[in-house]
């Protein structure tokens, strides 16, 4: 695919001061990183620049602090990057320096065009490689696109790369996977999706409003009723751009949402209507097994049934590991990320296994939309 923006491919970064916005928006928990993945994925970019002589100035946010807060300083992250790089991070100076979070400043979000020309005077080239900070229009993350040569790191172009193949221009046939509890979250995103895949899989919570609007009782689940009428459009959509919905057959019901709660598999026609659907059942998993092996190209995004409580993880566990199997016999291109995805694909242990796995929560979401991002589209050539 030919790149639509500049990489550091196209640049010498050997004595330039390179502004590299990175995301270190990471999971704590009593001052310690829970998990470094969004640290392992920036890693290369600095280590390249650096390598090849430039002097590393990075920009993150953390949290959504008002003002300046010390309870939101970055600097038990910079630790835990330079941990994982294996060189120095500091906060004041050095090679590898890490600006303290830039929503300190009350202009990063407002994109301030007089903040933009302070940062922009600390660098000469601006890097951005926070793809999953690419749906904000702030300072740091699309100012500084406009007041500096602009291009994009490494993670950035490996996303790009890996989202184009996914929905821009995929090999087909296309299967999204959608999960999730709520439809109200992702209205927008199923009305694209209708439009760009061949077929698209709707489990978790979501699925019961779709279940609900056709007619289904489903009992005490989780239901935005007052959707329906949201979900026969989508349905109606899909028809007309001949996406084929598919929606559980069967379900896992419990009586109660906790884990190891006793439960049964029940037809669509027989939910207990004292029952609660925590999970896809066996006849869904293998309709959506069927599915997968259909697609050349898969999009996840969104757990198929209530997976933080065992066994209800099962559904979106056993087709995961089918998507991983396939993609790893080299049958299907799968692309997941947003929000709890991650954590659902590496609770089933595969989420190495997927051709790609993006660490963007609100930023996939916005990019499954068909939303420009901001971040993105001031990388691109003009
Ligand atoms: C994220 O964690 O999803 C990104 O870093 C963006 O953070 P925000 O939603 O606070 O803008
Ligand atoms: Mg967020």
């Known amino acids: 695919m030919t790149k639509s923006f500049r990489t550091l491919d196209d640049v010498n970064v050997k004595g330039k001061r390179v502004l590299l916005r990175v995301d270190l928006n990471v999971p704590m928990e009593g001052g310690r990183v829970t ?3 969004r640290l392992e994925r920036v890693a290369p970019t600095i280590t390249e620049i650096s390598d ?28 835990a990057l330079s941990k994982v790089i294996k060189r120095p991070v500091a906060l004041k100076d050095g090679d590898i320096l890490c600006l303290e979070n830039t929503r300190f400043h009350k202009e990063e979000e407002k994109n301030d065009a007089g903040f933009v020309t302070e940062l922009a005077k600390l660098g000469d080239i601006w890097v951005n490689d926070a793809f999953s900070a690419a749906h904000r229009a ?3 993350t699309e100012g500084l696109g406009h007041k500096l040569p602009a291009y994009a790191g490494r993670t950035m172009q490996a996303e790009l790369d890996a989202l184009g193949k996914a929905l821009e221009a995929p090999t087909k046939p296309v299967i999204a996977i959608i999960g999730g509890a709520k439809v109200s979250t992702k209205i927008d995103l199923l009305e694209n999706l209708v439009n760009k895949v061949d077929a698209l899989v709707i489990g978790g919570g979501m699925a019961n409003t779709f279940l609900h609007a056709q007619g289904v009782a489903v009992g005490k689940s989780l239901a935005e009723k007052d959707l ?15 996406c084929a919905i598919i929606l559980p057959v069967d379900a896992v019901v419990a009586n109660q ?12 026609d027989a ?10 059942g066996p006849q869904s998993i293998a309709r959506i097994h069927a599915a997968i092996d259909d697609a050349a190209t898969l999009v996840w995004n969104g757990p198929l049934g209530a997976f933080e409580l065992t066994p209800f993880d099962r559904g979106t566990v056993v087709s995961a590991k089918h998507a991983a199997e396939r993609t790893k016999a080299r049958k299907l291109i799968s692309v ?8 659902a694909l590496n609770q089933a242990g595969v989420g190495g296994d997927f051709s790609y796995v993006s660490t963007a929560g609100g930023a996939f979401l916005e990019w499954m939309e068909g939303k420009p991002l901001p971040g993105v589209e001031v990388l691109k050539k003009g």
Do not use: C, Q, W
């Open 35 to 37: 998990d470094a993945t």
């Open 52 to 79: 090849k002589g430039g002097k590393v100035i990075l920009l993150a946010h953390f949290g959504r602090p008002k003002g300046r807060d010390p309870k939101e300083s970055l600097k038990p992250v910079a630790d």
């Open 138 to 140: 702030h300072a740091s």
């Open 228 to 242: 329906a009428p949201t979900a026969l459009r989508i349905m109606e959509k899909a028809n007309a751009a001949n």
């Open 257 to 268: 949402f906790a884990a190891n709660a006793p439960s049964h598999a029940y037809g669509l």
């Open 271 to 280: 939910i207990p209507a004292d029952g609660m659907i925590l999970d896809v």
């Open 336 to 343: 997941a990320g947003g929000g709890d995805t991650v954590a």
